[in-house]
């Protein structure tokens, strides 16, 4: 199917093709150079039959920075967001599934993640600007997060104490380590002790 294909892409993605369909009839390719950034700008999407190409469809990214190039592309936040919409709608249709419900949630996980980043670029005043992010992720290794944990816990006890594991893992991914930080920490943990034996107590 790629030989009846013109154009030689720079680099073809096979990272969809779990089913039939996605394996015999979609090819999806990168058709423009890796930027400076790692990351290739331009992909087209084409779904072919016996018959030749039934559809194209071009697939245009942000490349750069907002302050140094202006708007020019989508985002992958957007495609996400379109998947999920239909995930979702499919959820909720005649035709639901099991699997679709953690498809969901990662989905959603993982633009999560995305805004945390965003977050944090623009409280540093540097979203919008093709620049490294000025405080590297930190590894979950940080001795106090091990008493934030709630999976554990009986279903009342986690609804109190998953808000605040939830903001210590956020705080240990947003700021460096540094004594002010543990500081933080441990008043946090304070504060989850003192909720969950609200809740207990007699």
């Known amino acids: 199917m790629k030989n009846e294909i013109e154009d030689t892409p ?12 996605n394996r015999d009839n979609i090819v999806v390719r990168a058709t423009d150079e890796k930027d400076s950034d790692g990351a290739n700008h331009e992909y ?3 779904v072919c039959t016996d018959k030749g190409i039934v559809s194209e469809t071009a697939i245009k990214f942000q490349k750069g920075g907002l302050k140094e190039t202006g708007v020019n592309g989508i985002t992958d936040q957007s ?3 379109i998947v999920l919409d239909r995930m979702v709608g499919f959820q909720a249709g005649p ?34 600007e093709r620049v490294p992010d000025l405080v590297p992720p930190q590894p979950e290794n940080e ?15 986690q609804a109190v104490s998953k808000p605040f594991g939830d903001l210590a893992r956020d705080l240990v991914a947003k700021l460096p380590r540094n004594p002010e ?18 809740l207990v107590a007699k």
């Open 10 to 21: 720079v680099r073809y993605i096979e990272t969809h093709k779990i089913s039939k369909l």
């Open 44 to 46: 087209a999407i084409i």
């Open 79 to 81: 495609l996400i967001a």
């Open 95 to 128: 035709y639901a599934s099991v699997y679709n419900e953690p498809v969901i949630d990662h989905l959603k996980g993982a633009l999560g993640e995305m805004a945390k980043r965003y977050d944090l670029r623009a409280t540093l005043g540097i979203e919008g």
């Open 143 to 157: 001795f106090l997060l091990q008493f934030f944990a709630y999976e554990h816990l009986p279903e009342t006890l």
């Open 181 to 198: 930080r543990t500081v933080a920490l441990r008043k946090l943990l304070e504060a989850k002790d003192c909720a969950v034996r609200a």
